[in-house]
């Protein structure tokens, strides 16, 4: 394949864009290379610059479940710029995707939109932390809230101490009141509840995690966790940014049955425009301003046109949930496919996945961030620029998930188990 605009656009862009790219990933900094600049989408296939085909698995990492311009959303969002594209005043369209957001999800009676998944998750632990009276939260290393300045905290040697900053540009202050903790290590948090009682406002987790690949919370993970936070009077915010509207019609709280106390949305709920939301009990959202006094806002939250994107999105997974069959059926044969081409291989592998949430690791078992790290290694380089000459857009990091689309057909998942079969021969 042939990338020659695509090199041409980036070096255009990094003269006038810090890196060339508006969201880091992109700039294929973990893979090597430049980036594909896409020129249009359709179903399953992006159509670069160059004019290369490419069977896309990140599907805008996640939103596009239904695949690239879904004829309803584009269909919906049309109709609704002719009347206008924003106003700062409620519509009617607002209350109708809360009402049907509320129906679909578990245990939650209220949701507010804001315009991303950062902004959910930040506005959720204001909450949280407004509501408890609290400061501390706990997250866990390798899990992704979004770039709000208490999220970007890494665990430092131990994981069991206080997070030190990620990113220059956030405080110690901020970081002091990040405790972390390592995925599925359930005694690591209830130490930290211990050593910090009655100052946790918050434990805010992807219950299945896809920011370090795909990572499956191990049996009686999350129970444990809503069991320590009952116990402790800490509020459990799932981040289902990810999860959500894509692992059931109402995310991980349906699919594992358990409950969250906040839940924060993105991706999906926005069909593929810029919408994040969270949402939980009456009684935690009634302290959100105007009805109480924990400040969030925002000039285009609720925008006409990424409400009705979503709404339209929302409804036809509702209304469609045999959607959710398909996509874990799809996932389940491209599961079974690359475990069988990668039988053969003479390197240590694994695959984590669940529903239509699926990674191929370069490392044996994938658990937590540490053992998600050794798999950030040449064969995973070399396994991506192979997929990607063979046709195949598969997330350019170690540390993401793949997001299969609806619109993928059993040819272009034969197609991508064919051409890892071919790089394990080689
Ligand atoms: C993508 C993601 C976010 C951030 O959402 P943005 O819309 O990129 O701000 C937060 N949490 C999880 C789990 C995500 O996957």
Redesign the pocket.
Known sequence: MIYKRSSALFAEAQKVIPGGVNSPVRAFKAVGGDPIFVKRAKGAYLYDEDGNKLIDYIAS??PLILGHAFDPVVEAVKQRAELGTSYGMPTELETKIAELAVSMVPNIDKIRFVN????A?MSAVRLARGFTGRDKIIKFAG?????SDSFLIQAGSGAVTFGSPNSPGVTQGTAKDTLLAAYNNLEEVETLLEANKEEVAAIII?PVA??MGCILPEEGFLEGLRALCDTHGTLLIF?E??TGFRLAPGGVQELLKVKADLV?F??VIGGGLPV?AFAGSKEIMSHLAPEGPVYQAGTLSGNPLAMAAGYTMLKHLNDHKEVFKSLEEKTAYLHKGLEAAMSTADMPWCINRLGSMISLHFTEEVKDFATAAKGNNDTFKKYYHHMLNSGMYLPPSAFESWFLNDALSYEDLDKTIEATAAFVKQ
Not at 116 to 119: N, V
Not at 143 to 147: A, E, R, S, V
């Open positions: 990492w996640g991303s998944g950062t902004e998750c899990c992704y809230h979004g770039h992807e896809g920011n981040d940014v990810m924060t993105g991706k994040g």
